[in-house]
């Protein structure tokens, strides 16, 4: 009896259930990307966008208030004189005859350009080097995911992001009575420049590790092309050539309200769209997680400064602050030396003590005390972005690693606040010496330089009242820890727009900057300062012990 003779199957003939997919095109995996970003971003961008539908139309009114008439209207022109006025304004258009739109577009449109600029590179940075910094690009990675479809999704989200608060905008000023076109192109201005500065994030992302460092260079960018545009105004007061090598000219150019010109949102989209292929080109000369600029390998050890208790806040808040200090300090000394154009201001429009707490009687003194409240809003927000630091390390489980070394969370968390309120009395020092220095250079009259100092040193407690509200927040719950912003937002529109919206006593008094007396115009009165003070001390050891009763990120 014979047999077959039997054949042994090749491994590669046997059956298998696995399936090789890899990605079938360098976008592949872009909508599910599309989606998780934008619900990781909604929050965000809807906040970004409803502030901008109440403020911008919030913000013509209260103008339309203040200046109801041609006569009040010329008064105000007479400050874009003053190169401060120009450094914190924009070019000078409507030079003829100042009419009501042409001062939003000169006085109102830079700063919706700056707040859609920041904006960008938030959620940008978050999107792309952020996303690589945390490991989760590598994961995504790791999908059949396309080489492009990350940074796609980041840019479509950031577009999207763009586009509405532009449509904020123009809602806005068209709610207001703002011409159909102009305020279609001040939208379309707003988001253009947002694009710029989302792109050139986009760039900045590609050269560092770090998330920190990628969103300090653009910001920084952003400064820059503040100042160039800026002194380019100064130089001639519709714009010389130095403005146009500034994204923000671009958008003020286009001189909505005045004499429309669509072209130069064309010179925003066209450096976006370079910005854009420079930051393709870039990133495929390095790997994911890493950048172009190498990161050092550090030292063997921590030093003592960082090893010394607070050394992890201050290495990791320090610089932040620092270069927002130097700005503050800057439009410190511009708002100062605005003092020497008061006189002839006031003559043509008494009316201004109606939306600013400005008085006849002693015009520098409330004019320098209502500056310092204004400029004070800056360290208040700062603080509450430091303290809110500890939820981002939290969250990213840096924490935990410094609580497993031995740190007592109790301890890290009041000496993190410490520092971060050390280091934002130095600013309000800073800030109170820059509003004496202009002034100064206003009247020649040096006191100035202490008396505004003092003025700086009494809103302290209020802002440390804000700092223990965030840490208590953070201290209940890190998911609670945010609302801290809403009292943060709050005080800006009180104190910017407070008066002109007609509020109430009570609802006025629930901003605590709104208890510090406007010194050197007022005596100071000590006891607003220890109740504040002493709240803030209650709030803050509220904070820490709710700490102890929840776990990391649990809340």
């Known amino acids: 009896m014979s047999t077959a003779p039997t054949t042994r199957a090749h491994p590669s003939d046997a059956p298998t259930h696995r399936r090789d997919v890899g990605p079938a095109s360098a976008l592949t995996g872009l909508t599910s990307l599309i989606r998780l970003y934008g619900r990781l971003s909604r929050r965000q961008i809807i906040l970004w966008t409803v502030a901008m539908l109440v403020l911008v139309p919030a913000s013509i009114l209260a103008m339309e208030e203040a200046y109801p008439d041609q006569e009040t209207l010329d008064a105000r022109a007479m400050l874009l004189d003053n190169p401060s006025a120009v450094m914190m304004t924009g070019p000078f258009f409507a030079t003829d005859r100042y009419t009501f739109w042409a001062m939003v577009a000169n006085e109102l449109l830079l700063y919706i350009l700056l707040a859609a600029a920041i904006m960008s590179v938030l959620v940008t940075i978050r999107h792309t080097r952020g996303e690589e910094e945390a490991g989760r690009l590598e994961m995504t990675r790791a999908l059949p995911t396309g080489r492009l479809a990350p940074p796609a999704a980041a840019l479509v989200i950031v577009t999207i992001a763009n586009l509405a608060v532009g449509a904020a905008v123009s809602a806005g000023a068209l709610m207001t009575g703002g011409g159909a076109a102009d ?144 700005g503050l300090f800057l439009f410190a000394l511009a708002f100062g030396a605005l003092a020497s154009s008061l006189t002839d201001v006031m003559e043509e429009l008494p009316t201004i003590g109606e939306w600013a707490p400005i008085s006849m009687d002693d015009l520098t003194g409330s004019f320098s005390a209502f500056v310092m409240r204004m400029l004070s809003v800056g360290p208040v927000a700062l603080l509450v972005s430091g303290v809110l630091r500890l939820r981002t390390e939290e969250v990213a489980g840096r924490l935990a690693g410094v609580v497993l070394a031995g740190t007592s969370r109790l301890a890290l968390a009041a000496l993190w606040y410490l520092v971060v309120l050390v280091e934002i009395t130095l600013m309000q020092v800073l800030l109170g010496a820059g509003v004496g220095l202009g002034v100064w250079s206003a009247t020649d009259e040096t006191a100035w330089i202490g008396d505004m100092t003092l003025a700086a040193l009494a809103h302290l407690p209020a802002i440390a009242l804000y700092g223990a509200v965030a840490l208590l927040l953070h201290g209940l719950s890190a998911r609670l820890a945010g609302l801290a912003w809403l009292l943060v937002v709050y005080t800006a529109l009180v104190t910017f727009l407070g008066d002109l919206l007609g509020l109430p006593d009570w609802a006025v008094g629930l901003s605590p900057l709104e208890h510090v007396a406007l010194y050197p115009s007022e005596e100071v009165d000590a006891v607003p300062l220890l109740l504040m003070g002493g709240l803030a001390l209650a709030l803050a050891g509220a904070g820490l012990a709710a700490l102890r009763h929840r776990d990391l990120v649990a809340g």
């Open 183 to 326: 305020s279609l192109a001040l939208g379309a201005a707003t988001a253009l420049t947002g694009l710029v500065f989302a792109a050139a994030a986009m760039v900045t992302a590609q050269l560092t590790e770090h998330a920190g460092t990628a969103s300090g260079a653009a910001l920084g960018l952003l400064a820059l092309a503040f100042m160039v545009r800026g002194v380019g105004d100064v130089m001639e007061r519709q714009g010389s050539w130095l403005s146009w090598l500034s994204p923000l000219a671009w958008a003020q150019q286009s001189r909505v309200y005045v004499d429309l010109r669509w072209w130069p949102l064309l010179v925003s989209l066209v450096a976006a769209l370079l910005l854009l292929l420079l930051a393709g080109a870039l990133s495929r000369r390095r790997d994911v997680g890493a950048g172009l600029w190498a990161a050092s390998a550090g030292r063997p050890q921590a030093s003592a400064v960082l090893q010394a208790p607070g050394g992890l806040a201050r290495r990791l808040l320090t610089p932040t602050l620092t270069a927002w200090g130097i």
